[in-house]
């Protein structure tokens, strides 16, 4: 904090307009943004072995242990049973649909940004390659 | 190979003249010098049976069952026996173990039954073993000395002291994934069983030996592996032809270490990744493995199925019937001294949805 209220004491006395600066953070705000970040790859882990996320028990994690095979890099691609270009939150739907029995998810549910946050921790590293089959 | 087999080219031609059905499955007779030597068995393993409540079970893991057994009994000539290579159930229960117990009452012939981890860690067996018997045991069969193991147990600490309810010391188990899992093993006392029950056994007598998990060591984190694998090893390394055949990994893998030679189950409930395909696992296939095609989900029997076995001059011969995918054997080849698959052993003759990532 000091020293972001020594810069905007320095832009002030430049004659700059009041408030901080967008592009400004610091070691506090990054260990805050991982924990909330944190949290949710936590929930999307607990989703993903929930039985309650579908209707007949079965939970994500008995087909994809660890979210594996579920290749998040590779998404938006073509998925020739859908016949065009998806998203992993609208294959992640297919499985609550199908596998799951369940109700599928709004793609802005905070319960789809938790599994699909989960899963693509799982698969960090792993170079983007959109398309990919 | 010291035998003539044209089962694949018997399996396209028949598939082909039946339309899209894979059924009726027939067995080619083998060309033999002694063809007395030789026989087949069935082999389902991994069904999973799944309790929702009441009388509703999951229907995907049911069907995978169903149709296991279905295509078995059409198998011409007979199988001698089935195996059925454990985690009959999903949690353990009663229900569970009750209905898998049966839609295998459907097979007609003699089942011999692994035990699996899933059936085990609610009750540590015990309504499994009114059902099905033993837990480990031996048999003889034209020649060849079967053997079961249990080597789905764990170290004392974790199965008796670590939880409050046997309800979550088998939910702990049958996460794959699960960081409070255990690793298995067959553990002392069976150890020391299997010791005086080959003891009786000659030395150039073909063994075949049936686990629930690799006698061998995968990937830990999935319990792709077997805490004492190097110990039953060796118990086994002083005999001419050892075969392993093992469930657990929902995959083909197979390996050749030493004299054993080891072949996995297919489930028939769903397939699992290749541990490489989880990025921050350390893992060790073997080598030698041809991986299964990757599962295409749209297809619910994609990358399940299961196997039957020749047992010819004591050594097997594996295929793997795999519903949407081609019918794939892999059989021991005596002059290279391992498993191979007949068809896509070789690098080149490999097809993209066999490479995992």
């Given at each position: 904090m000091k020293i972001a209220s020594v810069i905007a004491c320095a832009a002030l006395a430049l004659g700059a307009s009041a408030g901080?600066?967008?592009d400004e953070f610091t070691e506090e705000d990054l260990a805050r943004w991982q924990e909330q970040f944190d949290g949710v790859v936590k929930e999307g882990r607990a989703l993903w072995t929930d039985?309650?996320?579908?209707?007949?028990?079965?939970?994500?994690?008995?087909?994809?242990?660890?979210?594996?095979?579920?290749?998040?890099?590779?998404?938006?691609k073509f998925q020739k049973q859908l016949g065009k270009v998806a998203n992993f939150w609208e294959m992640v739907n297919w499985c609550i649909r199908n596998p799951l029995e369940g109700d599928e998810l709004a793609a802005d549910d905070p319960k789809m940004t938790a599994l699909l946050t989960y899963a693509t921790w799982e698969r960090r590293g792993v170079k983007l390659e959109p398309g990919k089959h | 190979m010291d035998i003539k087999y044209d089962r694949r080219s018997f399996i396209k031609t028949s598939t082909m003249s039946v339309?899209?059905?894979?059924?009726?499955l027939t067995m080619v007779e083998l060309a033999f010098?002694?063809?007395?030597d030789n026989f087949t068995f069935a082999y389902i393993s991994d069904?999973?049976?799944?309790?929702?409540?009441?009388?509703?079970?999951?229907r995907n893991w049911d069907r995978g069952l169903i149709r296991a057994v279905a295509e078995t009994n059409l198998l011409t000539p007979k199988p001698d026996f089935v195996i059925f290579?454990?985690?009959?159930?999903?949690?353990?229960?009663k229900p569970e173990l009750d209905h898998g117990a049966e839609l295998l009452s459907k097979l007609n012939g003699k089942v011999y039954h692994v035990m699996g981890e899933h059936d085990y860690y609610l009750d540590l067996g015990e309504y499994w073993s009114k059902l099905f018997g033993k837990q480990y045991y031996s048999f003889n069969h034209k020649g060849v000395h079967f053997v079961v193991l249990n080597s789905i147990l764990t170290y004392d600490e974790w199965t008796?002291?670590?939880?409050?309810?046997n309800e979550q010391r088998m939910a702990e188990m049958a996460g794959?994934?699960?960081?409070?899992g255990s690793p298995f093993m067959v553990g002392d006392k069976q150890r020391e069983w299997l010791k005086k029950d080959l003891?009786?056994?000659?030395?150039?007598t073909p063994i075949v030996v049936f686990s629930h998990s690799p006698l061998q060591k995968i990937y830990k984190g999935w319990n792709f592996?077997?805490?004492?694998a190097e110990q039953v090893q060796a118990l086994l390394a002083p005999f001419d032809k050892v075969t392993v055949f093992y469930g657990h990994v929902h995959q083909i893998q197979y390996n050749q270490i030493g004299n054993i030679a080891f072949t996995s189950a297919m489930a028939t409930a769903w397939p699992w990744p290749y541990p490489?395909?989880?990025?921050q696992a350390q893992q060790l296939l073997p080598k030698l493995t041809v991986q299964m095609?990757?599962?295409?989900?749209?297809?619910?029997?994609?990358?399940t199925g299961w196997q039957f076995i020749d047992v010819n001059s004591g050594r097997a011969s594996a295929t793997f019937n795999l519903y949407n995918n081609t019918t794939r054997t892999v059989a021991f080849d005596s002059q290279a001294g391992h498993p191979k698959?007949?068809?896509?052993?070789?690098e080149d003759q490999r097809i993209a949805p066999q490479m995992h990532y």
């Open positions: 901080a600066s967008a039985a309650k996320l579908g209707k007949n028990g079965v939970v994500c994690a008995q087909c994809h242990p660890n979210a594996a095979n579920t290749h998040p890099e590779t998404y938006p | 339309g899209a059905a894979a059924l009726p010098a002694e063809p007395s069904s999973h049976i799944q309790q929702i409540k009441g009388t509703q079970f999951v290579g454990g985690d009959l159930a999903q949690m353990g229960s008796f002291n670590r939880w409050p309810t794959l994934d699960n960081p409070n003891a009786k056994v000659k030395k150039d592996w077997t805490e004492d490489q395909s989880y990025a095609n990757r599962a295409d989900p749209f297809f619910e029997r994609d990358a698959d007949q068809t896509y052993q070789d």
